[in-house]
């Protein structure tokens, strides 16, 4: 099994600052790389898949890079609504069908 | 729009069974391959099982193999999770995805809770 590690677990950033969260994959995913935003209460939103490729409607602020076992997600300018838990996700669509996320990190208001 | 809206969730005891539904609208079901992924309280997220298209491949992960079968119905634009000898460790809100690129839209979720 694939697992991802995420970190920091907790990052701590002021709004208007910029933010960054790595994620790291036991082996190689290639760019079979998604990262999602998850609020309380909330669905999950998909944020960034393929590494670096935002998805439908998500801001320029949002963005994603890495390949094989290293990633970021990069948010350039802190607003309100981006405080909440990020996970990354690893997927591989071809056998063996398989699909992990990490642990999470929670980003938070300093 | 795209509405992902799960429904089925509730307490049941521990060796006990629940069925929970996915009600899919503003897509065609039968473009997509379907997932169902799941978050126990204070942890992350866990992928559960998916579904192709046609309903002709299925997977599920090691920890409901067995106990946990996925299926749909194009028809009536709907998924389901038959989910039999439950566990605590079952205990979670159960989300519906549709997996595209590769979880592009997802449901609010219905919590299940396992407990005597």
């Known amino acids: 099994e694939i697992v991802m590690t995420q970190s920091p677990a907790t990052l701590s950033v002021s709004p208007g600052e910029r933010a960054t969260l790595s994620c790291r994959a036991s082996q190689s995913v290639s760019s079979n790389l998604a990262w999602y935003q998850h609020k309380p209460g909330q669905a999950p939103r998909l944020l960034i898949y393929g590494a670096s490729t935002r998805a439908t409607g998500i801001p320029a602020r949002f963005s994603g890079s890495g390949s094989g076992t290293e990633f970021t997600l990069t948010i350039s300018s802190l607003q309100s609504e981006d405080f909440a838990v990020y996970y990354c996700q690893q997927y591989n669509p071809w056998p063996p069908f398989t699909i992990t996320f990490g642990q999470g990190t929670r980003l938070e208001i300093k | 729009q795209v509405q992902l809206v799960e429904s089925g969730g509730g307490l049941v005891q521990p060796g006990g069974s629940l069925r929970l539904s996915c009600a899919a609208s503003?897509?065609?079901?039968?473009?997509?391959?379907m997932s169902w992924v799941r978050q126990a309280p204070g942890k992350g997220l866990e992928w559960v099982s998916h579904?192709?298209?046609?309903?002709?491949?299925?997977y599920y992960a090691d920890s409901v193999k067995g106990r946990f079968t996925i299926s749909r119905d194009n028809a009536k634009n709907s998924l389901s999770l038959q989910m039999n000898s439950l566990r605590a460790v079952d205990t979670a809100v159960y989300y519906c995805?549709?997996?595209?690129?590769?979880?592009?839209?997802w449901g609010q979720g219905t919590l299940v809770t396992v407990s005597s």
């Open positions: 579904i192709s298209s046609s309903g002709g491949t299925i």
């Open positions: 995805a549709r997996s595209y690129n590769p979880f592009d839209s």
């Open positions: 503003g897509f065609t079901l039968s473009d997509y391959y």
